[in-house]
């Protein structure tokens, strides 16, 4: 589960051609999970900061 959900954050697959054998997604499917990756991205980051500021204001 962790390997496919590090896969699928990974910026890299994003613009990856598709392999052999798999149906192309069209546009608005790839803007889809491009989006989610952007939202993952940036809740990942506020966790970080969120805990920073917890940590340096203590």
Known sequence: MW???LHYLDI????A???EG???P???L???HGI???SIFMFLICLVV???RYVVNR
């Open 36 to 38: 989610n990756r952007i």
């Open 17 to 19: 051609k598709p392999k």
């Open 3 to 5: 390997k496919k959900f």
């Open 22 to 24: 798999e149906l192309k």
């Open 30 to 32: 790839r803007a889809m």
């Open 26 to 28: 069209n546009f608005s």
């Open 12 to 15: 890299r697959t994003l613009f």
């Open 50 to 52: 969120l805990f920073f």
